[in-house]
């Protein structure tokens, strides 16, 4: 099949919000006690990189109370948080952009939420 002659837009260079539900119970399951809560601040990172495509990832004070509340062993299951890219005004930057993650209480719970765009104002 011939290639197609589309020009290819780079979506990484918008400035978007987006609320998720990350599944920390699968990402934590089988780590030792001791290292639960350091994990799941890792892996709420690593979803950040592949869900905005920026390397540099920022977690907001309140998200890592948040993990943290329940100690180092009692991860929450699932957490809600808003990633939003946003513009690196550093000149000396490295990346044009970067993630900033933030917490989003759920008095419900996040089981069954669905993701989505939050228009910025």
Same mark, same amino acid.
């Given at each position: 099949? @011939? !290639? ?8 990484? #260079? ?23 809560? !350091?994990? #799941?601040?890792? @892996? &709420? %990172? /690593?979803? @950040? &990189?592949? @869900?905005?495509?920026? !390397?540099?990832? *920022? ?6 109370? #948040?993990?943290? #509340? *329940? ?24 990346? %044009? ?9 759920? !008095? ?5 939420? /669905? ?7």
């Amino acid at each position: 099949m @011939a !290639p197609k002659n589309t020009q290819k837009r780079s979506t990484l #260079a918008d400035v978007v919000t987006r609320e998720y539900t990350i599944h920390l119970h699968k990402l934590v399951h089988g780590r030792s006690f001791k290292k639960r809560t !350091p994990h #799941a601040i890792k @892996a &709420v %990172k /690593e979803f @950040a &990189v592949k @869900a905005m495509g920026t !390397p540099d990832v *920022r977690i907001d004070t309140g998200l890592n109370k #948040a993990l943290w #509340a *329940r100690g180092v062993r009692n991860v929450p299951h699932r957490i809600r948080v808003r990633i939003a890219r946003k513009r690196n005004d550093d000149e000396d930057a490295v990346h %044009k952009l970067y993630s900033y993650v933030t917490f989003v209480p759920t !008095p419900n719970g996040a089981k069954g939420l /669905e993701t989505v765009v939050v228009d910025d104002e």
